[in-house]
């Protein structure tokens, strides 16, 4: 059998193929096609036999160490969702305490959003320099600084400051939980696990919600101090559990750690034999061009963002416009906006009393984490495609209804019907709950896996920062454009945006579902070429 380079990983000018080590050998007719792995140290591991690559797909069995690092990772949502619950109630407090107008309002609301677009745009970069997990760890520790200026803050400029370094936090995690969570899972339980993030946005929302309720009885000055300071305690036990999560087995493959690798796949794999054929999916997967990879084993990440955005292969664009165009319409369904602003609306709607107000959003909280948690747990058996089709048409739907019911409020004057104010809450709560089917969910699991795995963290980034940016200028515009066309047209508005997006998903994004990291490359190519790339990948596996 034929030796193999022991920095052949980390050759840029080596084909995937030229990275294993094939010795032929008659059984029952059949070739088996085998493989000796180094690390960076050069040090080798057992043979791998890569015959039969179908029986070594993992089954839809739930691996408890995959799902636990997953859990780890996604942790750091909650934040960001306690964050915005509990900023719902908390605003109608500072209002009173700070004195301040609609626009500080929406700068207080919107800056977080927009600073966060920063975070998801560098974390992209650092974690293919320090890895995953320690990016995780370090949006915890960023978003706990910025709760606790928030809690303190003797002023609304210091308030402000303290949204801006928990909206850096809120970036990194934004961006990494969702990566961690696809490169540890096995593609038949991807879905379910990268969708977790969006399950703990929803739990710390209604976390928030109850905040508010709770507290929203204690003196002004007090009350919205303690429900944004609250957010620290979950940030401190989330820095405490990170540090028992596993490194993400394909970013120690970038860095040529293939033996930690392998005894990481092998925790969240159902046998030996499917943690070598995942692992020698990722080594022939992860290639690198000439200006990517300068030296043996030493890639943070350099490189990207030419093959990104200024020389792109068909298959790249087409994935950027896919993984863009999804965080794009998240954002712009004003998802954020409404959950953010449901007191604002409620109170349009007719109900006036503080604690009322807070108590209808925790229904909501309830009704929405509900659905996400449905959603989750189907993500894995009827795919992508479907749920975001039906979740982006139930929301124009939703917010059409919402939208003509807040127009007949405004015309009825002060007597307003209460089968109309019960209407305006049912079409809220739909609309978050086919929110909670489909952009929810799907949005993280699928822009953190259509990435190629050199390109996945900073493509992932990019596309996050675009979902930040639209989250911040919706945040920051919908009072003052709800004022200027009233919430009925914000919402008529909103409901023609999402029949859009439902035109976009039905052309542009094929469906994922039950593919590897690794194959999931191949459905944005060129058919015939995919089709040409197999038939000379079967031809040197013969030979």
């Not at 209460?418 to 739909?430: F, R, Y």
């Amino acid at each position: 059998m034929q030796g193999v380079e022991k920095d052949s990983l980390c050759d840029p000018l080596l084909l995937p193929h030229d990275h294993t080590n094939v010795g032929a050998q008659a059984d029952g007719g059949k070739k088996k096609k085998k493989t000796t792995w180094f690390d960076n140290r050069g040090e080798g591991f057992p043979e791998i036999d890569e015959v039969g690559a179908g029986s070594r797909r993992s089954t839809s069995r739930l691996n408890k160490y995959a799902l636990w690092g997953s859990v780890l990772a996604s942790t750091n949502s909650v934040l960001l969702g306690y964050d915005i619950g509990v900023m719902s109630g908390a605003i109608l407090y500072i209002r009173e305490d700070m004195k301040i107008n609609s626009a500080q309002v929406e700068v207080l609301v919107g800056s977080l959003n927009v600073v966060s677009l920063l975070g998801s745009l560098a974390a992209g970069r650092i974690s293919d320099t320090i890895g995953r997990r320690l990016t995780i760890l370090l949006a915890a520790t960023t978003f706990l600084a910025g709760a606790v200026l928030m809690g303190l803050a003797p002023s609304f400029p210091f308030l402000v400051a303290g949204r801006l370094v928990a909206g850096v936090g809120v970036g990194f995690a934004l961006m990494i939980a969702p990566v961690y969570a696809a490169e540890i899972s096995p593609a038949t339980t991807r879905g379910l696990m990268s969708s977790l993030p969006e399950v703990f946005i929803n739990v710390g929302i209604l976390l928030g919600y109850v905040s508010n309720y709770v507290l929203s009885g204690l003196p002004s000055d007090i009350n919205w101090r303690l429900m944004l300071g609250l957010a620290a305690l979950p940030a401190i036990v989330i820095g405490f559990g990170i540090m028992a999560m596993p490194e993400s087995p394909r970013w120690m493959v970038m860095e040529g750690r293939l033996e930690e690798a392998r005894r990481v796949l092998i925790k969240v794999s159902e046998s030996k034999e499917e943690a070598d054929f995942r692992l020698s999916e990722m080594v022939n997967f992860t290639s690198f061009g000439p200006d990517m990879h300068p030296g043996p084993c030493q890639w943070t990440g350099q490189g990207v963002w030419k093959e990104l955005l200024w020389s792109p292969s068909r298959s790249i664009r087409r994935i950027l416009v896919a993984a863009i165009g999804v965080n794009f319409f998240m954002q712009a369904s004003g998802n954020d906006a409404v959950i953010y602003y449901s007191p604002e609306v409620f109170r349009e709607a007719g109900i006036s009393n503080h604690k009322h107000l807070v108590g209808v959003t925790v229904i909501m909280g309830l009704v929405k984490t509900s659905f996400v948690l449905i959603s989750a747990m189907y993500l894995d058996r009827f795919g992508r495609r479907p749920l975001l089709l039906i979740g982006s048409i139930g929301m124009a739907v939703s917010l059409f209804g919402l939208g003509l019911g807040s127009k007949f409020l405004e015309l009825s004057g002060s007597e307003k019907p209460g089968w109309v104010i019960a209407l305006c809450v049912v079409a809220v709560c739909m609309d978050v709950s086919f929110f909670s089917i489909g952009l929810g969910p799907v949005t993280w699991v699928y822009s953190s896996e259509i990435f190629p795995t050199r390109l996945r963290a900073q493509g992932n980034s990019l596309a996050i920062s675009v979902n930040r940016l639209v989250s911040g200028a919706v945040a920051m515009s919908f009072l003052s454009v709800s004022k200027e066309i009233s919430f009925g047209g914000m919402f008529l508005v909103l409901s023609g945006i999402m029949a859009l997006a439902a035109a976009f998903f039905y052309f542009r994004l094929p469906e994922t579902k039950g593919k590897s990291l690794e194959e999931i490359e191949a459905l944005f190519e060129d058919k015939q070429y995919s089709t040409r790339r197999m038939v000379k990948e079967k031809e040197t596996v013969r030979s």
